[in-house]
């Protein structure tokens, strides 16, 4: 089996983020439909981004909210959402990710998944708000 990139790892997360907000099942639940599907990878890593952004939804959100003062969170569509909530998961929580990644790989996830330019703008705008106020320090690039 070829290695997992973590942009497909990202990837397969962001939809199964996606789906929570579409389902009321359990993550555990999803991750068994994925696993029989085989469209969605479900390994340790994607699962690890997927519980970890699903244990700190409710501070993600905070922040989101804080981000976007116009735009409740509530109000904002589903998939920009998902992959908003992501990657503020890897900014806040995964030092492993450099903030830069997690924004250019949030961006490319909109890009490839949304239809509206606008959602595209609006999640760059808000991540992009979010590094301007808490500059990072240089990193050795080592992560993405």
């Known amino acids: 089996m070829p290695k997992i990139t973590r942009r497909e790892i990202r990837d397969s997360a962001m939809k199964l983020l996606f789906e929570t907000t579409l389902r009321d099942d359990p993550i ?22 997927v519980d970890g952004t699903l244990a ?12 976007s003062p116009k735009r409740a969170v509530s109000r904002i569509a589903k998939l920009p959402l998902a992959i908003l909530r992501l990657a503020m998961y890897e900014i806040l929580y995964d030092d492993l990710t450099p903030v830069n990644a997690a924004i250019s790989e949030a961006i490319l996830l909109a890009e490839n998944y949304t239809s509206n330019i606008e959602d595209v703008r609006f999640i760059n705008g808000l991540l992009g708000a979010y590094a301007r106020a808490n500059p990072q320090p240089e990193t050795d690039g080592t992560a993405s």
């Open 56 to 67: 700190h939804q409710s501070e993600i959100d905070e922040k989101i909210q804080q981000l």
């Open 28 to 49: 555990e639940t999803l991750y068994e439909i994925a696993e029989e599907i085989d469209e969605i990878i479900v390994n340790d890593d994607v699962r690890a981004l």
